[in-house]
C-alpha cells in the first residue's frame, strides 16, 4: 500500500499556480520523493524528484519540509494540459513504485 | 530509439484465454517493469526484471509471467485470464545506474476480458 497521503482532488484556473500537497510521515532517510503524473489515456510521467532539497526543473518545483514529513509540487503556470492525476511517491531509487490514488488536478478556464 | 513502446494498444481476450503484451524498451533501459491498472486506480506493481532476470515480484499469481529479452525488450503473458484480468497494463523501464532518475513509462495497453 502507499505510505504518502494527497488529496484527491484540486481545481486551478489557468494561468495560476497549482500547489499540490503530500504527506509522508513514514518516509525512511534514503528515501526520496517523487512526482509522477498521469494524463488521461497515458502512462505516468516523471516529474520531479528530491531529498531534503527543495528542487526545480523545467516542468516543476518540489518544496520538501524540514523534516520531510511533508512536500508539496509546484506548477507556477498551470495550463489545461496540466490537468492529470499527480501522484507523490517515496522511493528510494533502487526499489519499484508504490502508486495510491494520487490527486486529479483539474485546471479551468 | 527514445521512449518506450508498447502493443498492442487495445485488446479483447475471452476469459480462459492466454495474452502477451509487448514493451520495447530504450537503449540502455536494463530494468524494466510492468504495473496493471484498474480503472479509478494507481498502477499496481506486478514484476520486474534486471538484465533479464527476475528480481521483484508484487501480489499477483503465477499465471502472471514475464521475459526481458537483451535488445531491451519484454513480454508480460497472462494465462487463464479471468474477468477481473480488465486493466491498463504499463510497462516501465530505466537504467540501473540511473535509478534516480525516475522511470519511463509507455502508454499501455488496455486489455479487456469478456
Known amino acids: 500500500d502507499a505510505k504518502t497521503t494527497q488529496p484527491p482532488s484540486m481545481d486551478c484556473a489557468e494561468g495560476r499556480a497549482a500547489n499540490l500537497p503530500c504527506n509522508h510521515s513514514?518516509?525512511?532517510?534514503?528515501?526520496?520523493v517523487y512526482w509522477y503524473r498521469q494524463i488521461h489515456s497515458q502512462g505516468p510521467q516523471y516529474i520531479i524528484h528530491?531529498?531534503?532539497n527543495n528542487e526545480t526543473n523545467e516542468m516543476a518545483s518540489l518544496i520538501i519540509t524540514e523534516d520531510r514529513k511533508s512536500s508539496t509540487l509546484i506548477l507556477p503556470h498551470a495550463t489545461l494540459r496540466d490537468t492529470a492525476v499527480y501522484y507523490c511517491?517515496?522511493?528510494?531509487?533502487?526499489?519499484?513504485?508504490?502508486f495510491g490514488k494520487g490527486t486529479m488536478l483539474l485546471v479551468s478556464p | 530509439e527514445t521512449g518506450v513502446t508498447q502493443s498492442p494498444t487495445h485488446l479483447i481476450k475471452t476469459r480462459g484465454q492466454q495474452v502477451t503484451l509487448r514493451c520495447s524498451s530504450q537503449?540502455?533501459?536494463?530494468?524494466v517493469s510492468w504495473y496493471q491498472q484498474a480503472l479509478g486506480q494507481g498502477p499496481q506493481f506486478i514484476f520486474q526484471?534486471?538484465?533479464?532476470?527476475?528480481?521483484g515480484r508484487g501480489n499477483f499469481p503465477p499465471r502472471f509471467s514475464g521475459l526481458q529479452f537483451p535488445n531491451y525488450s519484454s513480454e508480460l503473458n497472462v494465462n487463464a485470464l479471468e474477468l477481473d484480468d480488465s486493466a491498463l497494463y504499463l510497462c516501465?523501464?530505466?537504467?540501473?545506474?540511473?535509478?534516480?532518475?525516475?522511470?519511463?513509462f509507455g502508454s499501455g495497453t488496455r486489455l479487456t476480458v469478456v
Open positions: 511517491i517515496e522511493n528510494s531509487g533502487y526499489s519499484t513504485l508504490t
Open positions: 513514514t518516509i525512511s532517510g534514503n528515501e526520496y
Open positions: 516501465a523501464s530505466r537504467e540501473s545506474d540511473r535509478a534516480n532518475y525516475g522511470y519511463t
Open positions: 537503449s540502455g533501459h536494463n530494468t
Open positions: 528530491g531529498l531534503k
Open positions: 526484471y534486471y538484465r533479464e532476470e527476475e528480481n
